[in-house]
T-cell receptor
Framework: DAGVIQSPRHEVTEMGQEVTLRCKPI?????LFWYRQTMMRGLELLIY????????DSGMPEDRFSAKMPNASFSTLKIQPSEPRDSAVYFC?????????????FGPGTRLTVL | DAKTTQPNSMESNEEEPVHLPCNHS???????IHWYRQLPSQGPEYVIH???SNVNNRMASLAIAEDRKSSTLILHRATLRDAAVYYC???????????????FGKGTHLIIQP
């Protein structure tokens, strides 16, 4: 398996622009997670889905952030409009409820820079 | 989620064992102890997890105190590739089996000297 796939790997945009991050989970996994990592706040959970349904979005910082999972093999995290403080590395992870201890498999991340 | 406490950093020599401690005095009966690590410029990766008994896998061993208020991740023979930030995380998987997100602390920055 190719693991969790994220695109793009790097994104540089200007303040006010819309940004869309994409994630393809491991085939057969039915839980998907979006995290954000910054130097100041470390790794934070933004939102997670079980069976394509959003379960907890309490970590989403504000209404500018939205996430969707239209099917079991694809998810997006959108920021509109983007701001410089959104600059971070965004990780997507997936897991299978059938897996021992529900370990999560992380993608390589998308490094977002908002100028 | 129950809180974990880890040293900010530790240093060890290559090819020697490393013991990474974690305190979790408020752990509940349904909390599993998970360890993840994050290599430089990579996403976190799962290392090991346990509930009450000590656990071994190809990457590491996990020693859990009898009262479960602390645990130790053991790397038996550290290599330069083991230099990473190690996170000790408690996960309650008793809530209907749903897979909740992970709550990361600051972790321990492990430095390996050649």
């Amino acid at each position: 398996d190719a693991g969790v796939i994220q695109s793009p790997r790097h994104e540089v945009t200007e303040m006010g622009q819309e940004v869309t991050l994409r994630c393809k989970p491991i085939s057969g996994h039915n839980s998907l997670f979006w995290y954000r990592q910054t130097m100041m706040r470390g790794l934070e959970l933004l939102i997670y889905f079980n069976n394509n349904v959003p379960i907890d979005d309490s970590g989403m910082p504000e209404d500018r952030f939205s996430a969707k999972m239209p099917n079991a093999s694809f998810s997006t995290l959108k920021i509109q409009p983007s701001e410089p403080r959104d600059s971070a590395v965004y990780f997507c992870a997936s897991s299978s409820q059938a897996g021992a201890g529900n370990e999560q498999f992380f993608g390589p991340g998308t490094r977002l820079t908002v100028l | 989620d129950a809180k974990t406490t880890q040293p900010n950093s530790m240093e060890s020599n290559e090819e020697e064992p490393v013991h990474l401690p974690c305190n979790h005095s408020t752990i509940s009966g349904t909390d599993y102890i998970h360890w993840y690590r994050q290599l430089p410029s990579q996403g976190p990766e799962y290392v090991i997890h346990g509930l009450t008994s000590n656990v071994n896998n190809r990457m590491a061993s996990l020693a859990i105190a009898e009262d479960r208020k602390s645990s130790t991740l053991i790397l038996h023979r550290a290599t330069l590739r083991d230099a990473a930030v190690y996170y000790c995380i408690l996960r309650d998987v008793g809530r209907g089996g749903s897979a909740d997100g992970l709550t990361f602390g600051k972790g321990t920055h492990l430095i390996i000297q050649p």
